[in-house]
């Protein structure tokens, strides 16, 4: 019998990535919308994924239960719109799949211990939620001997987003000239990935249970400087694109609506970097040739008009 994985935030980057990569290998899939008539909702259908309109947040675990029985495997991110109460939403889907009796298998999406690695200096909440959820899984596949199995993935900073959050911006005065203003220093190196190759990775592991149970899987397609980023995109516009370094209280200024918070983590990266030396990167390339910045720009034809 095909095995059935349920995708919560089946819509959102990650989810449809990882909607996307395990029809493709043969699991059925089912997942789970605010909106059966998104764009997205549609495509995913249209590919043969099971799309339910259901809305987690406030839900008992005894009724997110009902939702999953029947499907052998759970992935799981905890994004927005659930950041308002993401461990108490991460920690029923966790509970949950462990009561549907039918799960085996919950893949997780977390991010490093940021308290941990900088002695309780940073406050990331992101970073900390996604990690005391992280903990709650461990613990209740621990408590079920390995019946339950866990492994996570976690991604880099997405090249989507330049697109998105902060992309290339003209220079006064200059039709030809472009910046990346962001708070990191010059010579500080970042991981970089596409967010679409994070299905390949999820599938893998849901493929291999034992191989990944209480893995961690960091994907990083790049490691790069901002004067590094500003001359690929010089290389793939064929204009004049600059990394403009600024610090972060200036940066928490700028109109972006999550300033404040990207001011914050950049703090965190400025001193540790992104991933740190624990994280084995390895695991990820070795299952899949992962998109470099170079080749994620020529595949969106990205220009700067």
């Known amino acids: 019998m095909t095995k059935l994985i349920s995708v919560l935030n089946g ?12 029809i493709k290998d043969g699991f059925k899939v089912k997942t789970f919308t605010r909106n059966l008539n998104s764009n997205v909702s549609k495509e995913l259908k249209g590919l043969g994924a099971e799309v339910i309109e259901y809305d987690f ?4 675990k005894e009724e997110i239960a009902q939702v999953l029985e029947g499907s052998y495997g759970v992935y799981l991110v905890t994004l927005t719109p659930y950041t308002k109460n993401e461990v108490e939403y991460g920690v029923n889907v966790a509970d949950a799949s462990l009561l549907a009796g039918t799960v085996k298998h919950i893949v997780f999406s977390t991010l490093p211990n940021a308290m941990e690695i900088t ?3 940073a406050r990331l909440p992101d970073y900390e939620n996604k990690c005391e959820i992280e903990k709650h899984i461990r613990q209740i596949s621990k408590q079920s001997n390995d019946q339950f199995v866990s492994s996570f993935v976690s991604a880099p ?15 006064q005065g200059d039709s030809d000239s472009y910046s990346i203003t962001l708070p990191g220093k010059p010579d500080l190196k970042l991981d970089y990935g596409d967010i679409n190759d994070i299905g390949k990775i999820v599938s893998e592991q849901f493929k291999n249970p034992a191989k990944y149970s209480g893995i961690i899987v960091p994907f990083s397609s790049d490691e790069l400087t901002g004067d590094q980023v500003a001359e690929i995109f010089s290389k793939v516009t064929g204009k004049k694109v600059v990394y403009n370094s600024i610090s972060t209280a200036e940066y928490s200024k700028s109109n972006n609506l999550e300033a404040g918070a990207y001011a914050d983590m950049f703090d965190y990266y400025n001193e540790f970097s992104y991933f740190p ?4 990167k390895t695991f990820a390339k070795n299952i899949t040739k992962l998109t470099n910045l170079e080749e994620f720009l020529r595949n969106i034809n990205f220009k700067l008009e």
Not at 277 to 280: K, M, N, Q
Request: glycine share 14%.
């Open 119 to 121: 002695g309780g200096k």
């Open 277 to 280: 030396s624990s994280f084995d």
């Open 157 to 171: 900073m997405y090249h989507q987003n330049f697109q998105t959050y902060y992309p290339p911006v003209k220079t």
């Open 57 to 60: 947040e406030g839900k008992s």
């Open 11 to 22: 819509t959102g980057f990650q989810g449809r990535s990882v909607v996307k990569e395990l």
